[in-house]
């Protein structure tokens, strides 16, 4: 377990307190919980499922009366008890627990002084509080509960895999292993939200090894990435293109009628998958094809002389 010090702040308003064991024992993924508080009006009588949750699990809460008619005054006191402990200097990161989009510009300013922040909320909790925080968190997710919600926010696993073949090629042209462990920080680093458990796995390792363009190899507890060795599939895929512009004969094959029957053949064909942005790149890589522009300025692929 990290070493990092962490304060948790929930507000009660935007939470239910069906999630605080959970939370809990997610937060011991990223180190050690120093300051636990919970904010709202606590003469509330909605407030009688939190009272016991907050007596078993040791969390302070803080008493903030809704003194003015449409005003917020739990998420006022959240920010400004926030802004005292980053002051303090006291954690290094911070846990804010809501599905509320107010503490965006929190998570924004605490970030910016070098903090860790850790969002979590439901699945209604707006973009813009997701992409605030280092790491979100859906607590349905934690419940193991389907997302079965309209406009769900899970990136295709389709874009996933591409992304990380980029990662993988990328670390290739510099000679370098892409490790598991990469993989994971620079996802989280572009989709915070990004969490493997939204796909029905427990771990990362376990989520790439289903995917057929990758293969994990372990080194004394080091585990590296790599994209499976195409070298047979690419000699079957030339020599189909090749057969395609062969039947073409002398007026040659436009590129966008190669691709389309290349797809057909391959449903599962993806040129990123060997190392080329398009597919004219991916044409140009085989060794008796060609490709001109013709009177009509479309491309067309036709065998070397």
């Given at each position: 377990m990290s070493d990092k010090k962490f304060a948790i702040l929930i507000d009660s308003d935007n939470v239910s307190s069906k999630y605080i064991t959970y939370i809990l024992d997610e937060m011991t993924k990223y180190g050690v919980i120093t300051y636990k508080r919970i904010y709202g009006d606590w003469t509330s009588a909605q407030m009688g499922k939190w009272k016991q949750e907050l007596l078993e699990n040791s969390i302070t809460p803080i008493q903030q009366f809704s003194n003015t008619a449409g005003k917020n005054a739990t998420d006022s006191?959240?920010?400004?008890?926030?802004?005292?402990?980053?002051?303090?200097?006291?954690?290094?990161?911070?846990?804010?627990?809501?599905?509320?989009?107010?503490?965006?510009?929190?998570?924004s300013r605490l970030r910016e002084s070098g903090k860790e922040v850790i969002g979590?909320?439901?699945?209604?909790?707006?973009?813009?509080?997701?992409?605030?925080?280092?790491?979100?968190?859906?607590?349905?997710?934690?419940?193991?509960?389907?997302?079965?919600?309209?406009?769900?926010?899970?990136?295709?696993?389709?874009?996933?895999?591409?992304?990380?073949?980029s990662i993988i090629l990328e670390n290739n042209d510099k000679d370098k292993a892409t490790g598991l462990g990469e993989i994971g920080n620079r996802l989280v680093k572009k989709y915070s939200d990004f969490d493997v458990r939204s796909y029905g796995y427990s771990s990362l390792s376990k989520f790439l090894e289903e995917m057929d363009s990758f293969e994990l190899r372990k080194t004394n507890n080091v585990v590296t990435v790599r994209l499976r060795d195409n070298r047979t599939r690419k000699q079957e895929?030339?020599?189909?293109?090749?057969?395609?512009?062969?039947?073409?004969?002398?007026?040659?094959?436009?590129?966008?009628?190669?691709?389309?029957?290349?797809?057909?053949?391959?449903?599962?064909?993806?040129?990123?998958?060997?190392?080329?942005?398009?597919?004219?790149?991916?044409?140009?890589?085989?060794?008796?094809?060609?490709?001109?522009?013709?009177?009509?300025?479309?491309?067309?692929?036709?065998?070397?002389?």
């Open positions: 006191a959240l920010i400004i008890d926030a802004m005292d402990l980053l002051y303090t200097d006291h954690v290094d990161g911070f846990c804010i627990v809501s599905s509320d989009s107010d503490f965006t510009r929190l998570a979590m909320g439901e699945e209604k909790t707006p973009k813009s509080f997701r992409a605030a925080c280092t790491v979100f968190t859906n607590l349905e997710i934690l419940l193991n509960q389907e997302e079965e919600a309209a406009g769900s926010s899970v990136i295709r696993k389709e874009v996933i895999e591409q992304d990380i073949a895929l030339d020599d189909f293109a090749v057969a395609m512009v062969r039947g073409s004969g002398k007026n040659g094959l436009e590129l966008a009628a190669l691709g389309n029957g290349m797809h057909r053949k391959f449903a599962d064909f993806k040129v990123k998958d060997y190392g080329y942005s398009t597919f004219s790149k991916f044409v140009q890589s085989i060794s008796q094809l060609e490709i001109r522009e013709n009177k009509t300025h479309n491309k067309v692929v036709f065998l070397k002389s």
